[in-house]
């Protein structure tokens, strides 16, 4: 039988368009593929970034917490050589003083006042149990000097908070802290003008207690890690691994994620990694000196199944169509072979210019017969690829989105205020402008969140937001820190007392009740002001000046007003 061109041609054209069909589907598969795991990996390190951000936070949280308990009068009065009764009373109040801190830190384990001589007996010690909080006294209070969380931050230079090695809490009588990890924050009690500590305020911290309150907010099926400055696992979803030094074993880092080993020879401080089950990222954090590690490594993994999961999806879709380009490629190349060779042509460039993401060519979608029904097919295929990428493009915003607003009030997140007071900064300088911060506090806040629930504060917290965010210009950038903290960055100022009416008019606005429910919530505010450059010259240093004022302005605010400079 001879076999006629057109057969020859029909045969050629069904093989071109099944194959153009399935490399088409299997590229935009594959890009597919390439788009989510990128995306993941963006995204993990940006969530990454913001715990250790929020981690070094918490840091600091403790460390004044602990400084606070030392430098307190009581802790002077119950070290200090003289009469039984005021040290007993300096005791007591301490000991009070202590519970209320566990109280508001259920993260922390146990509070306690350590004499400096007496081998480094306790004072006062007031632990956390599972029935509550507990005052240990008498024989019970025991010598803690050969700790090194005690001879050590005895040598530490004076205001300066010692922060241990993360480790296996073996004391014992430890309590709700026995046998579970973690860390301990060291103060030095002085007495005014002494050249030697009297003694130190311990705090003993829920390591995974305080990793479990940050991760609370995390998607499921995204793992934590935390490393110590060696690679060993302090916490990791397995729990076999974590502490395994402890153990006598080893549980590294660099051998579950081999590319993290860049973190410990200094090359870089983050890394992304993907293996075959996980996308994870990892961020070194350096720590202030003198601490005993000096970085920690956190990291966030997820499993690739579930970040491939619309990508599989999208697969067996296309699978589907291009099978369906498939068979009409075959039959209308066998019907119609002479008749289709030109459109058929004009379908295969586009395709390949679709599998090239080049500009597309127009369709014969007008046509009726078989030409037009492949040419509209794939008219729908280029539409439900275009769907999902876009579908995609617009999640990744929302994470993007999710990763530097404040999930409550939408306003900027820390990360996003710091870079932009960056960027500011850098204006400012090259132009020689002005910048000024108001730092803002709210008074009582904590009374609102007690009497009424969290549900009145958030409430308060989204009115506050949107008073401050009508108080100022639009080109002003206003962010929620955390808790009840507010900061307005000001740029272009002429004069400080374009600043200072400014805040005053950011307190006014803030001064009327908010309405809840059937119900007015009366907040106060306190605003500390800096100015760039008298003020400070870097981020940091205008951060902390206004953050200072503040503080100034919540003490003084009853006799004078709510605004400190």
Same mark, same amino acid.
């Given at each position: 039988?001879?076999i ?25 598969y ?118 090194p ?5 005895l ?8 922060i241990?090695r ?26 005014d ?20 309150q ?11 890690y ?19 030094f402890?153990?006598?074993?080893r ?37 202030s ?10 990291? $966030?993994?997820?499993?690739? %199944? ?6 599989? #999806?999208? =697969?067996?879709? &296309? !699978? /589907?169509? +291009? ?14 072979a ?11 460039g586009?395709?390949?210019?679709f599998?090239?993401?080049?500009q ?16 509209r097919?794939?008219?729908?295929m ?28 939408g306003?900027p ?21 002005r910048?000024?911060?108001?730092f803002?506090? $709210?008074?009582?806040?904590? %009374? ?6 969290? #549900?009145? =504060?958030?409430? &308060? !917290? /989204?009115? +506050? ?24 960055l ?16 950011v ?20 605003i ?27 003490k ?8 400190a400079?």
């Amino acid at each position: 039988m001879r076999i006629g061109i057109a057969l020859r041609t029909g045969l050629l054209l069904a093989v071109i368009g099944v194959l153009a069909s399935g490399f088409t589907g299997y590229y935009a598969y594959n890009s597919s593929r390439t788009l989510l795991v990128g995306a993941a990996e963006e995204q993990l390190m940006a969530a990454t970034r913001v715990l250790v951000r929020q981690i070094s936070v918490s840091i600091e949280t403790f460390s004044r917490h602990a400084s606070m308990a030392a430098n307190s009068p009581q802790a002077a009065h119950s070290l200090a050589d003289g009469d039984a009764a005021v040290r007993t009373r300096a005791e007591n109040h301490l000991a009070a003083l202590f519970a209320a801190i566990l109280q508001e830190n259920p993260e922390f384990f146990q509070m306690r006042l350590i004499d400096a001589n007496d081998h480094g007996i306790e004072r006062v010690r007031v632990d956390r149990d599972t029935d509550g909080l507990v005052r240990v006294t008498g024989d019970d209070l025991q010598e803690k000097g050969h700790y090194p969380y005690v001879f050590e931050a005895l040598r530490q230079p004076p205001g300066t908070v010692y922060i241990s090695r993360p480790a296996i809490n073996r004391e014992r009588g430890a309590h709700a802290g026995q046998d579970k990890p973690s860390i301990v924050f060291a103060a030095q009690v002085r007495r005014d003008g002494g050249t030697a500590p009297l003694g130190l305020v311990v705090i003993n911290v829920d390591l995974e207690g305080v990793f479990r309150q940050l991760a609370a907010d995390l998607p499921s099926g995204i793992d934590l890690y935390l490393t110590n400055r060696n690679g060993d696992f302090l916490l990791h979803p397995d729990p076999a691994r974590a502490f395994a030094f402890d153990r006598g074993q080893r549980a590294l880092v660099q051998e579950q994620f081999s590319a993290a080993a860049v973190l410990f020879d200094g090359s870089t401080d983050h890394v992304i990694t993907t293996t075959p089950e996980l996308v994870a990222a990892f961020v070194k954090q350096p720590l202030s000196p003198p601490q005993q590690d000096a970085f920690f490594t956190l990291g $966030l993994s997820q499993p690739l %199944d579930h970040v491939l999961k619309e990508s599989n #999806a999208l =697969g067996f879709t &296309m !699978l /589907r169509i +291009v099978l369906a380009f498939s068979g009409l490629s075959v039959l209308l190349a066998a019907l119609l072979a002479r008749a289709i060779t030109r459109p058929l042509d004009q379908i295969v460039g586009a395709v390949k210019r679709f599998s090239a993401a080049q500009q597309r060519e127009p369709l014969p979608l007008e046509r009726r017969d078989e030409i037009g029904v492949l040419a509209r097919s794939f008219a729908e295929m280029q539409e439900r690829i275009d769907a999902q990428v876009a579908e995609l493009h617009e999640k990744q915003d929302e994470l993007n989105h999710l990763a530097s607003h404040d999930n409550l009030t939408g306003l900027p997140n820390r990360r996003l205020f710091l870079d932009r007071l960056d960027l500011a900064l850098a204006r400012a300088r090259r132009n020689e402008e002005r910048l000024a911060l108001l730092f803002i506090d $709210l008074d009582r806040f904590k %009374d609102i969140n007690d009497m009424h629930g969290h #549900a009145a =504060g958030d409430a &308060m !917290l /989204r009115a +506050v937001a949107e008073r401050i965010r009508a108080s100022v210009r639009e080109s002003d950038t206003v962010a929620r820190l955390g808790g009840d903290e507010f900061v307005v960055l000001v740029e272009g100022t002429h004069h400080p007392e374009d600043t200072s009416l400014l805040a005053q008019k950011v307190l006014t606005a803030l001064t009327p009740p908010v309405p809840y429910g059937t119900m007015t919530l009366e907040v106060g505010a306190s605003i500390g002001v800096s100015q760039y450059p008298q003020d400070g010259q870097t981020a940091s240093e205008l951060v902390a000046s206004a953050d200072r004022a503040m503080y100034r302005a919540k003490k003084e605010g009853n006799r004078r007003n709510n605004i400190a400079s």
